[in-house]
C-alpha cells in the first residue's frame, strides 16, 4: 500500500482525537450536540455541523473502516493532486454528503408537516410534536403512527462519519485509476477499481434501503442518500477538474 501522505495522516490524527474526545463521558454529550448534523428545524442544528460532522463517528468500528478507506484512496489522491487540491476535493464531497441527507429529510419531512397541517395543527405545535415524542391520539385519524414515527425520528436523528468524503474518493480514484485491482474482504482476488466502486456504491445504496451500508452510518435510516451524495459530489467535481485542467500533472 502506498506510504501515507502528510495531509491523510493529519486527518486521520485529527479524526482519532475527536473520536478520542467524544469518549470522554463529560465530553461526549456535549460533543455529539454540538458537532453532529442536526435537521435544520432541530433546535441543537448549527451550520458548522456540515464541517464537524465528517470528523464525528459513533463506534470503534465506524471510524476504523473510514480511515482504513481514507489512507487507501486518499493518498494516492493527494500525491497526484497535492494538498490544496486534496482537501478542497475531501470537504466538498463530506459537506456535498451531508447537504444531500439533509435535502432527502427536508422532502420527507415537508411531507410529514403538510398532512398534519391539513388536519388543522399549525408549524408551532407540529414542531412541538417531534421535539417531545408526544401528540393526541386524536392526530392519529389524520396520519400514521408509521409517518409520526419517522417524522420524530428525522427531527431528532443525527449524521455523523467520514462516509460521505470517502465515496466521493472512492469516486474519484475509479476514474483516475480504473485498471488498479483492489482487494476486498471475502473475495479471493483482486477486482479492478472499474468494476468493484461501482459494484461497492449501488450494494451501499441497495443494502441502505434496508437500514444497512458498507462503510458505517452517516445517521440513521437513509444513510445511503449521503454516501450516494458525497459519490455524486465527487463526480461532478472530477468533471470540474478535468474540463479546467485542475491538475498537479497529467
Sequence with gaps: MMRLTETVKHLIIINVIFFIASQIPNLQNTLYTQLSLYYPENQNFRIWQYVTSIFMHGNLGHILFNMLALASFGSALEYMWGRNKFLIFYFATGIGAGLVYTAVHYFQFENIVST?????????????????????????????????????????????????????????????????????????IPIKAKILIPIIISLDLILGLF????????????????????AITGYLLMLYFNKHQFKRWD
Aim: proline content about 2%.
Design 116 to 188: 398534519l397541517s391539513a388536519i388543522g395543527l399549525n408549524h408551532s405545535e407540529i414542531l412541538n410534536i417531534f421535539k417531545t415524542g408526544s401528540y393526541s391520539s386524536n392526530i392519529l385519524q389524520g396520519i400514521s403512527q408509521s409517518d409520526l414515527q419517522n417524522g420524530y425520528n428525522i427531527f431528532n436523528t443525527t449524521a455523523i462519519g467520514a462516509s460521505g468524503a470517502i465515496y466521493g474518493l472512492l469516486v474519484a480514484f475509479g476514474l483516475k485509476f480504473p485498471d488498479a485491482e483492489l482487494g476486498i474482504m471475502f473475495i479471493p
Design 211 to 230: 437500514g444497512q451500508s458498507i462503510f458505517g452510518g452517516y445517521g440513521t435510516g437513509i444513510a445511503h442518500f449521503a454516501h450516494i451524495g458525497g
